[in-house]
């Protein structure tokens, strides 16, 4: 994670959007939306070859093979799932893993500031 600071921080950032919008859109009463996330592993492919990180030896064998995750990707995509994991990241968000518990919570904070600002906002 050390290796791509931009990266992880660009990622979290557009997780958190992505709540956030979810949030409206389901508060909003706008069913025709959806916003699906996936949270991919690293994948094989040019972004860790020794041309783009030098550093690295071998570094195209990181990851899944880019054919299994378009698969993949396809198929958690036709299950219909808001969110999903591909990889190591799919014990995160199941019941009990971190990520489950964390989007609990935010859920919950949610309610908390709704209940915070509810005489301050229009009905």
Not at 22 to 31: A, D, H, I, K, T
Not at 35 to 40: D, G, I, T, W
Not at 95 to 109: D, N, P, S, V
Request: aromatic share 8%.
């Amino acid at each position: 994670m050390i290796r791509t600071p931009n990266y992880n921080a660009s990622k979290s950032a557009l997780h958190t959007f992505i709540l956030n919008v979810r949030q409206q859109l389901r508060e909003g009463g706008c069913s025709n939306v959806r916003m699906v996330e996936v949270f991919p592993p690293a994948v094989q492919t040019e972004l860790h070859d020794e041309h783009h990180q030098p550093d690295l030896v071998n570094g195209g064998e990181i990851g899944m093979p880019l054919g299994e995750y378009i698969d993949t990707m396809y198929d958690g995509l036709v299950k219909g799932d808001d969110q999903f994991a591909i990889g190591p990241g799919e014990n995160l968000l199941k019941e009990g893993g971190w990520e489950y518990q964390r989007t609990q919570l935010y859920e919950a904070g949610q309610q908390v500031l709704k209940g915070s600002l509810a005489k301050y906002l229009k009905k």
